[in-house]
């Protein structure tokens, strides 16, 4: 009867995990072995793939385009010459647009998700806010174009643009107009348009990161919500918020159909002086200058390339830096 009761006891003991492992089949351990290292090995090849593609694209694309880098290549305007062609105004007006958009995405993605993660009630309508940002998050490119051409180059038909209401001189910096018209300052706002929801998405994921510990303890020690997210939570979530930030900035700086619904020209010879100047950016010149049948031009293409990938790192890298430095400073 004892006997009975401790194999009973023994039976029903709940069992640690390495002791399933252990009284599994040996058939069965193999497979799971077998079907883990393949799925591993898997993955290495398919990224092992995708990296030895992107090194032919980039061999080819600089095999192409190396002999056309040159300081005239820079700080000349398009033409229709190729050896006297270059990319002075687009390599600038890109610079201008992804700056205008930084300054304008970040802050306000990073405080809809502030708002969204810190402050606001579980309802039915965060849930819908939620759920229409992600969905913007897929939305093609074009469609922000439009979005754009409505709300800031037409600002809604609300103003005229033959005669738009002006503030300052067309010839100094500190000039502004109503409606923007097809300057950069429009031309950055709708690629905020574009990457707003990735920041928000991003930098909502980045928040939910930071343990909920910590907003425990500071509200115990007597702080207000708001003191919490300020120097709790915003800076233990800084590092993964300027990832996503890169991200974006990656994104907009390579886009093409939004700036082209604009009415942006593909042909320009001057460089922005205000938020209100004429400008056209690298994807748009690279395209134009691909379509043409002249190898010169496939030539000036493929360095155009390359001076985008360059102004894409150099961006990139300052964002790093401002990274490192915050969270240094959080720390």
């Not at 905020?192 to 994921?205: D, K, R, T």
């Not at 303890?217 to 800084?238: C, D, H, R, V, Y």
């Not at 939004?258 to 020209?265: A, D, F, S, Y």
Request: charged letters at 10%.
């Amino acid at each position: 009867m004892h006997s009975l009761r401790a194999q009973a006891q023994s039976n029903t003991r709940r069992r640690s995990p390495g002791e399933i492992v252990a009284a599994a089949a040996p058939a069965s351990q193999l497979a799971r072995r077998v079907v883990d290292r393949g799925f591993l090995a898997l993955c290495i090849v398919f990224t092992g793939l995708a990296v030895v593609i992107l090194g032919i694209l980039l061999v080819t694309i600089w095999q192409d385009g190396h002999t056309r880098l040159s300081w005239q290549f820079l700080n000349s305007f398009a033409s229709r010459r190729t050896e006297e062609a270059g990319v002075r105004a687009p390599m600038w007006g890109s610079i201008w647009a992804c700056v205008i958009c930084a300054l304008a995405a970040v802050p306000i993605g990073v405080g809809t998700a502030i708002y969204l993660e810190e402050f606001s009630k579980r309802s039915r309508f965060r849930s819908f806010i939620q759920l229409n940002i992600a969905n913007l998050a897929g939305v093609p490119s074009i469609v922000y174009g439009i979005l754009g051409l409505t709300a800031f180059a037409r600002a809604f038909g609300s103003a005229s643009t033959d005669s738009p209401i002006t503030i300052g001189q067309p010839e100094s910096f500190f000039y502004l107009q109503l409606p923007f018209g097809h300057g950069v300052l429009a031309g950055g706002l709708t690629l905020m348009l574009v990457v707003l929801p990735i920041i928000i998405v991003s930098s909502q994921e980045a928040l939910r990161s930071v343990p909920r510990s910590l907003r425990t303890a500071s509200l115990a020690l007597g702080g207000t919500q708001w003191q919490t997210t300020w120097n709790i939570t915003l800076p233990a979530s800084i590092p993964m918020i300027m990832t996503g930030a890169i991200l974006a900035m990656s994104r907009a700086i390579g886009e093409a159909a939004p700036i082209l619904v604009l009415g942006v020209p593909l042909f320009i010879r001057t460089t922005p002086i205000n938020l209100m100047s004429d400008f056209t950016v690298l994807p748009l010149q690279i395209y134009n200058w691909s379509m043409r049948q002249q190898s010169g031009f496939h030539e000036l293409a493929a360095a155009a390339i390359i001076v985008l990938l360059a102004v894409l790192l150099t961006l990139n890298a300052v964002a790093v830096i401002i990274r490192h430095r915050l969270q240094r400073a959080a720390s």
